[in-house]
């Protein structure tokens, strides 16, 4: 291999779907040369892993780097240890398996970072985080949502499953506050994945494993912080969904995501986080302290390059309060309907409604609408 080799810039990436032919000569790749490539062909995750191809996400579609060698485990070791910033972080991943972390890279670009083994092999999964925060209205969020933002007290509750876009739905609601209200907002986040500037608002960010050690922990500490609002990253077990509720009944607004894909399963996921016995309890508080279910997805678009996302939005009133504390949840999709006028929207009419302006397809349309 020619002394230059690693100072050479990789071809560009094929789609997965098209195997090209082994190249004749391999080259090796750094990790910033890797970073530099995925910014240059504005991907959204970077794969890279012992004994694996690189691939790059590029147009949600993943792709692989051609004319680059295998990783080694000296090699994936070298790149995935170079982004810690503290000793912890390795002992976290060799005493847990697995670790989040956020990781800024030279250029300025900033990432959330999975590491994790597969069969006894490292790997990692980079989320590149635009530089661009985007507003509500670049996002497409429903209107009705700003009206809420001002609230003094309750929950707000973004769902979607994984890379559906919730974190900036989350950042795009924050960076409003920031812009229009004097808040003092701390964030609960594991990693931290958009740092903000101080505007109207001030910010207290902590991450989880760096500036404080679990989530519940941050929650209890945050009630003594002079907070405003509140923003968790994910609840994604019982102790922070009750941390969460414990907030929000003594006077906060809280605003957080959760892994499901519509209104439905997310308070059937709630509610399921409870033992049996406590079920009837937990739907009374789940009803008297949620303000909205803001759910989510990604469709492709047709009228350019992109994706864009596609929401249900479920509105707390006295309607859906009485609906989820008899547990009746099969009733929703009709209360969406029958709420419209107040703001409330169906993901297969908000689809519908793109569909008739030409941003996706009809297929997409008929696909949210199968997913109801």
Do not use: W
């Amino acid at each position: 291999m020619p002394e230059d080799t690693q100072n050479q810039t990789p071809e560009a990436a094929v789609p997965a779907q098209e195997q090209a032919a082994p190249p004749s000569e391999q080259q090796k790749i750094s990790l910033d040369q890797l970073i530099n490539l995925a910014i240059e062909k504005e991907a959204s995750d970077i794969h890279f892993g012992e004994g694996s191809r690189i691939a790059l996400r590029v147009g949600g579609q993943i792709v692989f780097i051609e004319n680059i060698e295998t990783l080694s485990k000296e090699e994936t070791d070298e790149m995935v240890f170079s982004m810690f910033t503290t000793k912890e972080e390795k002992n976290r991943l060799q005493r847990d398996r697995e670790i989040d972390f956020s990781y800024t890279h030279t250029s300025g670009v900033s990432f959330r970072v999975n590491v994790f083994y597969q069969r006894g092999r490292l790997k990692a999964v980079m989320r590149m985080i635009s530089k661009h925060l985007p507003t509500m209205d670049e996002l497409g969020i429903p209107e009705e949502i700003k009206k809420f933002l001002p609230m003094r007290e309750g929950l707000i509750l973004v769902a979607g499953p994984a890379g559906s876009g919730k974190s900036t739905t989350v950042q795009g609601m924050l960076g409003y506050i920031n812009e229009n209200f004097v808040k003092h907002i701390i964030t609960v986040e594991d990693p931290i994945e958009y740092v903000f500037e101080d505007n109207k608002s001030i910010f207290s960010q902590r991450e989880v494993g760096k500036d404080t050690l679990t989530k519940t922990k941050a929650l209890n500490s945050a009630m003594r912080e002079d907070p405003n609002i509140i923003m968790v990253s994910e609840i994604n077990d019982l102790k922070t969904f009750e941390a969460v509720l414990t907030v929000v009944e003594t006077g906060h607004l809280v605003i957080a995501s959760m892994p499901t894909k519509d209104a439905k399963q997310t308070l059937e996921r709630m509610v399921s986080m409870y033992p049996q016995d406590q079920r009837e309890q937990a739907r009374e508080r789940i009803a008297e302290n949620m303000i909205c279910i803001l759910a989510q997805d990604l469709a492709d678009r047709i009228d350019k390059s992109g994706r864009v996302a596609i929401y249900e939005l479920l509105i707390f009133d006295s309607g859906i309060r009485s609906i989820v504390k008899r547990g009746n949840l099969s009733q929703l999709k009709t209360a969406i309907q029958s709420g419209a006028q107040e703001g409330m929207i169906s993901m297969d009419t908000y689809a519908y409604q793109l569909a008739e302006q030409g941003i996706i397809s009809k297929e997409d349309v008929n696909r949210f609408t199968e997913q109801e």
